[in-house]
């Protein structure tokens, strides 16, 4: 339906439709536009309510409201000479005039109305050269049905279908009010962290996984692209909203019911109920069944009594925890002495005052390495009263006379299950450090490009450091690293998404343990190399990676110890392949691994051993055949161990320790050739030859410099020859040669802004 404006809307339609269509508006921009928009002296009391509603990103303006503006635009273009260059204010005092005219209302463009409107422009940052030819342009553009032609940049299969979501949050960050680099008092840094996390609610970010009727986009997928794209700026920011809504609230949603989802996920979803994850306790990690807090039921009461029951079962290093108004608490569930398992529980912590509730004790965990912005503390409990209802009993209900009940008989399935809901936070955790390695990569890169050092002659310019093959290797094969990790961690968000909904996990929890571990693990690794690869600049504050390095190496342990971790993707493997041999039983796996190895080994020897052949090297087939024989043969001979301890009677907690460090091997092996399985899918997908060829660069070197780096192992099982290892050696360094002219490229494809690099070095 087409819409009257008044005219004083319509001055300022074209500005509004350009803003809109550029990005989302962040706070202090709105904050100013509503400030500009408040003191314009045409605008009547009705056209500011109703502009000032149009800023609200929260219920930004519908396609409705967006296509009644294309409309109005493009109906005063025939009375506006598009030859002219005239700016969008001319064109919006224009589209006033015209209105007035013809509802013969009185409107007058006085210098105070231009100025006014000028001050809006500015404010909303668009250039003087920005002409209305150029928006009637875009506006015919967008009814042609063929598009723009396609860029060979990378960077939009990097961003894909996620283009859009990526670009808002891209351009919401850069908003000075989410700066923080210069706050180093945690008391004013969580302060300041906390009313940017608040934003963040505000734009409904944290909400996305959610259902529609609690405010969200019941959009699982897409909230773990958030949190990847919101990594690219402050990581304690990062790290508080995932706590609040991936953690606090993820567990609310994913393993209360919906009495549960009516009281709370609203206030949560706009942070009107801070909430912390109370898990982890001082002596009891990454052994969650172990947990010593307690929760026993009252039938006389029909309450829980949540209690630490000595000093190091109190719970530890909880984000949120100072900022909290309520925790969901995992302890063992208790009922008349008997111990049901590990269940998680609702407990307020806090009174509308902030003070602290009776029997709950916090303290503040101090500094840390990194992420001083997250307000991380300790909690204990000391007999404190529940109610029933608290229970989140998705998986676990107890009745008003104590009778417990679960929709999953077995206790181990329950607690796995209930692990498992939880999983979106290891994926979360996997694509922000993969983030991190980008930015990382991106500062050195470029700094590399700029900076020069010694010449071959007092009269030749001095030599760019990224032209140095050292340089080159210590920072192209992570570069290639990040990019088949990206495309790995694609396809695992993807299955995730569609797993959630089938309810059949398993693959997606081990993909995602063992993606989190190696890409935590790169984060450290590859910032440390950047860091170095940038000399001293690199230690300054001022250059990014100081901040970097400290924030995310956490990562490493948090959600899991990634040694841990990386044993549940071996287990995994080994119990997938003993439920597909289930009536053969355990000799029915080795017969047929066995089968797998030995055909493996008749296509790789003898010949294939000490092919050094170019052709043969760089071979998508070559790459992905190697590194699954790793992943099969470490399956083969760990299963093989296995049996022998077992027929020693040995307990199984001593069998999976003999056998810790090669359970380690394997998860590794796995996710190595998961990710080489990932990036040439993705290639195998495109169409188009420079991207195909660009992106098989960086496959080939991750893939031979993965293999190159297990170079001792694939030489005692004789797969390589020496000199096939050596010849391995000299492709590595002919890719990075070959990298070299498109570094640049490669980096700018990751679409980071130069803001949120905050690299004074680039």
Known sequence: MKINYSPGILSLLPLFYVGWSDSMLGPSERNLIMEKINKMPHLSKEDRALLNSWTDQRNPPDQHIFKSWIQAIKENEKHFSTAKKSSLIELGLD?????????????QSSAEVIQSLQELEKTLGFEESLQSSLLFETLHWQNQSDGPEHSNHLGDILDGAYADIQGKIRQLLQDPFFRNKDIRLKEAYRERVLAQVKELAKQGLGAYAFPKEYGGQNDPLLNTVIFETVALGDLSLLVKFGVQ?????????????????????????????????????????????????TAKYNRETGQFTIHSPHVDAGKEYIGNALHAKMAVVFAQLIIDEEQHGVHAFLVPLRDEQHQDLPGIKVEDNGYKVGLNGVDNGKIWFDQVQIPRENLLDKYGSVSEDGQYSSPIKSATKRFFTMLGALVAGRVCIALASNTASKKALNIAIRYALKRRQFSQSKESEETLIMDYPSHQHRLFPKLAKSYALHFALNDLRTMYAEKLSSGDMRKVESLAAGLKAVASWHARDTIQEAREACGGKGYLAENGLADLKADTDIFTTFEGDNNVLLQLVSKGLLTEFKEQFQDGGFMSILRHLGDRLSTSISEANPVSR??????????????????????????YSLANRMRTFIKRRLHPNETYKLVQNHMINLAIASIESYCAKSIYKAINALDDTDQRKKLTRLARLYCLDTIYERRGWYLEQDYLSGSKSKAIRKQISYLCNKIRPDARMYVDSFNIPEVLLSAEII
């Open 95 to 107: 589209m006033a005039k015209q209105s007035s005219e013809q509802k013969n209302v009185g409107f």
């Open 245 to 293: 809504f991936g953690l606090f609230g993820g567990a609310l949603y994913m393993l209360g019911t919906k009495k549960h989802h009516d009281q709370y996920l609203s206030q949560t979803a706009r942070l009107e109920l801070p909430g912390c994850f109370a898990m982890t306790e001082t002596g009891h990690g990454s052994n969650v069944r172990g947990l010593e807090t």
């Open 610 to 635: 000490r092919n050094t052949n170019a052709e043969h090297l760089l071979s998508q087939e070559f790459h992905l055949q190697a590194l699954e024989y790793r992943e099969n043969s470490l399956l």
